[in-house]
C-alpha cells in the first residue's frame, strides 16, 4: 500500500487545477490521481477533465456573476468557482447544496468564503437546467450542456449571436474564439460546430483485439461471459471494441496478458495502411506507447520492428506495452539520436506530434492551446520529420513505403503539408490517404498518408 498522502477529490482537483492549462497532462494528471483516495479517483478525473473543457464556459458564467473582474480574482479562489460551477451546472449527481459545501471548504479566507458563497447561491437562485431550446432572443443567457439540454440564467453570459456569431458559438462550447476560427477554416462550419460539440463528450475506452477472427470471438465471448459489455466498432474484421463506461481496461484478464490493447478504429487502421511483410525491417518512429508497433509486430510476425523512444519516459512505457504483449520481434531504440543509421527499412511509420485536434475529448487541455503560433511551430517539427525521414530512406531496388500519420483533423497538418513536403521529392508519391473526424464517444479523428518512395531520379 502506498504511504503518500491520500487527498479528497475536490481538494486535489483544485491544486492541480491552479496551474496553467498547459502544465495539465496526461502524466502529471496520473500521478495527482495516485495521491487521491481509490473511492474518489473518477471523481477527481471527472472534475479535472470536465472543467478544463469547460473553463471558457465557466468564466463566462463567472464573469457575469462576480462583482469583481475575473482577472483580478486570486488563482486558487477562481479555480475553486470553476469547480464549484462545473458541478452545478455540469454533473447530475451531486446535489447542489453539497457541491457548494464541500466547495467552500476549499476556501480558507472567510472573506473570500463569503464572496464565493455570494456567487454561488445566485447563481442557483437565477439559474435552471431545462430540455427546452432556448428561444433566438434568450440564446446569450443558454449555455449548452448536452445534446438536447441547457442551463438558463436571467443574465446574458454569451456574446450576442448576431453581432459575434463565431465568438458566440465558440464560448458556448468552452474554446477560445482563435481555436474555433482555426477549425472552421479547416473543416468547415458545420464540421467545425459537430466537432466542438464531440469535443466535450465524456469519452470511451476503444479497445483492439488482437490475434486472427477466430481468437477474437473467444476473446470477446469470454468477456461476455464475465459480464463485460463490448460494442463493435468498424465491424467484425477490425477487431475493435468499444468498452463499457467505469471499467479499467487494465483490471481484464485479456489485457494483462497481452490480448487486448487500448486502441481506437482509426488508430487500428493505420498499421494496415503501411501493411507490412514478413521479413522486412520496419521502423516506427515517435512508437511510444507502442499501440502502433504492437499492430504492426502481430500483422508481420516474422519482420523486424524497430520501435523508437526519443526519451527515457517514452522508452519506459514502450518496454511496459512490450512486456505485456510479449512481441519477440521489436526491438525498442531508446536515443536522442534518430535509428535511421540501423537501416535500409522497407516501411516507416512516421506518427508526428500534433494539435491533438481529433480527439480533443481524450485531451481536455489541447482546445486551449490550439491557435497559429502553435499550429505554425507543430508543422515546422512535422515537415522537418517528414522531409529527413523521406531524405534518409536508403536508395533501393525495391520501393521504400512510408506511412506519415497524426492525429489532426487540419489540412495544414496533414494532406496540404505532406503534399508541400513532396514536391521537393520525384522519387515519392502519394498512394492513399485515410482521415475521419470524430464520432460518438469511441471515435476519435485522425489522418494517415501512405508514401512510396523509389530509387533517386536520375536528372535528365
Known sequence: MSDRPQRHARDAAAKFLARPVDKRLGDSRRNFASMVEARERPLFHELVAGTTRREICLD???????????????????????????QLIFLDGIPDHAAVSESLKLIPSKRARGFANGILRQVLREGRKTDVAPAAEARRCALPIGESAWFVTQRPILPDPEEEPLAHVAAAHGFPVEAAALLVAGIGDEAALAVMSHANMRPQTALRVCGDLSQRQSCVDSLRQQGVTLESLGGPESGVFGLETGIDPATLTPFQSGELTV?????????????????????????????????????????????????????????????????????????????????????????????????????????????????????QIQRSLLKKTLSKCSPKTDLTRVVYSTCSILPGENGDLVRLVLKDFANAKLVQEIQALPQGPWLDGGYAALIELGPPVSPT
Do not use: M
Open 60 to 86: 463566462a458564467v463567472l464573469s457575469a456573476y462576480s462583482n469583481a473582474p475575473i482577472g483580478r480574482i486570486e488563482r486558487r479562489l477562481k479555480t475553486v468557482l470553476r469547480l464549484a460551477l462545473y
Open 263 to 379: 486502441q481506437g478504429p482509426f488508430a487500428a487502421r493505420v498499421a494496415p495502411l503501411l501493411g507490412p511483410q514478413a521479413g522486412e525491417r520496419v521502423l516506427d518512429l515517435c512508437a511510444a506507447p507502442g499501440g502502433k508497433a504492437i499492430h504492426l509486430a502481430e500483422l508481420a510476425p516474422d519482420a523486424e520492428i524497430v520501435a523508437y523512444a526519443q526519451d527515457v519516459q517514452g522508452g519506459q512505457r514502450l518496454n511496459s506495452t512490450l512486456a505485456r504483449c510479449q512481441r519477440a520481434n521489436i526491438k525498442v531504440v531508446q536515443s536522442r539520436k534518430t535509428p535511421y543509421h540501423q537501416g535500409p527499412f522497407d516501411r516507416i511509420l512516421l506518427d508526428v506530434p500534433c494539435s491533438n485536434s481529433g480527439v480533443l475529448s481524450r485531451r481536455p487541455e489541447a482546445r486551449h492551446r490550439l491557435d497559429r503560433r502553435s499550429l505554425a511551430s507543430l508543422a
